[in-house]
Antibody
Framework: QVQLQQSGPGLVKPSQTLSLTCAISGDSVSSNSAAWNWIRRSPSRGLEWLGKTFFRSKWYNDYAVAVKSRITINPDTSKNQFSLQLNSVTPEDTAVYYC??????????????WGKGTTVTVSS | EIVMTQSPATLSVSPGDRATLSCRASQSVASNLAWYQQKPGQAPRLLIYGASTRATGIPARFSGSGSGTEFTVTISSLQSEDSAVYYCQQYNNWPTFGQGTKVEIK
């Protein structure tokens, strides 16, 4: 059974960097058939996909246009986890952040395993 | 960006009745459409993918249909545990989600 365990601070000051980690059990961050995503939910924007990292003979990243200049998602193969860094945060980045596995059945993609979520508040 | 619009915002249904939730895409997403259920304090749970395929462990009372720009998910006989917010999500290119439909038990 695949599980994702999130960790990271719940409070970040404006202009600083939001950092979260998602530890994977039951699967590998280096899987050739999965991708590892970060998604957030806020009252103003609902569910918003932020980006993903995945391995297909080499590492790739895809990022949402809205955060592309501020986001980094990195795999850590030694710890079988992946991380989110979001720079220069503002109160607009206050949200519940989720990590999620993207699977597929050859034809369709879907987020089939989710972390429990981390509430992050951006405030001084 | 493909915009997903869900309706209604809130649906109040009696136990045992049918609930039908709708999702519209701003452009065709073929069948690259998933549905999720989210209860308070929990992460979203995958219900349907490929517009009509139930995910592992999802009860048969949940069914999905549609293609292109119009999609529905139907709960054939609503149970009390189905009270939740339901989201659609397209995956034709970068994932985008609808704003959700809240299903309440009448």
């Amino acid at each position: 059974q695949v599980q994702l365990q999130q960790s990271g601070p719940g409070l970040v000051k404006p202009s600083q960097t939001l950092s979260l980690t998602c530890a994977i059990s039951g699967d590998s961050v280096s899987s050739n058939s999965a991708a590892w995503n970060w998604i957030r939910r806020s009252p103003s924007r609902g569910l918003e996909w932020l980006g993903k990292t995945f391995f297909r003979s080499k590492w790739y990243n895809d990022y949402a246009v809205a955060v592309k200049s501020r986001i980094t998602i990195n795999p850590d193969t030694s710890k079988n986890q992946f991380s989110l860094q979001l720079n220069s945060v503002t109160p607009e980045d206050t949200a519940v952040y989720y990590c999620a596995r993207e699977g597929s059945d050859r034809y369709y993609y879907y987020m089939d395993v989710w972390g429990k979520g981390t509430t992050v508040t951006v405030s001084s | 960006e493909i915009v997903m619009t869900q309706s209604p915002a809130t649906l109040s249904v009696s136990p045992g009745d049918r609930a039908t939730l709708s999702c519209r895409a701003s452009q065709s997403v073929a069948s690259n459409l998933a549905w999720y259920q989210q209860k308070p304090g929990q992460a979203p749970r995958l219900l349907i993918y490929g517009a009509s395929t139930r995910a592992t462990g999802i009860p048969a009372r949940f069914s999905g249909s549609g293609s292109g720009t119009e999609f529905t998910v139907t709960i054939s006989s609503l149970q009390s545990e189905d009270s939740a917010v339901y989201y659609c999500q397209q995956y034709n290119n970068w994932p985008t989600f609808g704003q959700g439909t809240k299903v309440e038990i009448k």
